[in-house]
């Protein structure tokens, strides 16, 4: 698996992230200040992971600032992504099966390794959305497709 990991900042639990998906297997591609080590707009973070993840260059996408909320909004603006601001592992997983999220927002201010950990446990146990959720996803979906055309 190949995830896109983005923060806005040097935060320790962005650091810790990209470690514990590297120690768990997953192939880690960074962005922002992951990749420069310097301060980076939360904008660029939640457009660049975003981007990788609609044209399935990821399989999917974490992106972190200092709410979670400024990278959310940035990533949801890219057609196919789905994105999720998640503060605990409930609704993380609520988040893959019932949304099919694909872009998980974190906070860098909130979390602490331990609920990083049970977020990444209960994000990644999803495979695939329940299947009584189908239509809402598939609507969404087209709707980006009728973006796409406009």
């Known amino acids: 698996m190949k995830v896109a990991v983005g923060s806005d900042d040097n935060y320790s639990i962005a650091r810790f992230i990209v470690e514990e998906l590297k120690r768990r297997g997953v192939e880690v591609i960074p ?87 049970e977020i990444l446990d209960e994000w990644f146990s999803v495979v695939k959305p329940d299947p009584s959720e189908l239509w809402n996803i598939e609507e969404l979906k087209r709707f980006d497709m009728e973006t796409r055309k406009s």
């Open 31 to 117: 962005i922002g200040s992951l990749s420069t080590g310097n301060p980076y707009p939360w904008v660029k973070v939640g457009l660049e992971v975003a981007e990788l993840v609609a044209r399935g260059e990821v399989d999917m996408g974490i992106v972190i600032c200092y709410t979670g909320t400024g990278v959310s909004i940035a990533a949801n603006k890219v057609c196919g992504v789905r994105a999720a601001l998640c503060f605990d592992a409930k609704t993380a997983r609520g988040a893959r099966l019932w949304n099919d999220a694909n872009v998980l927002a974190l906070s860098a201010r909130l979390l602490s390794e331990e609920v990083a950990r």
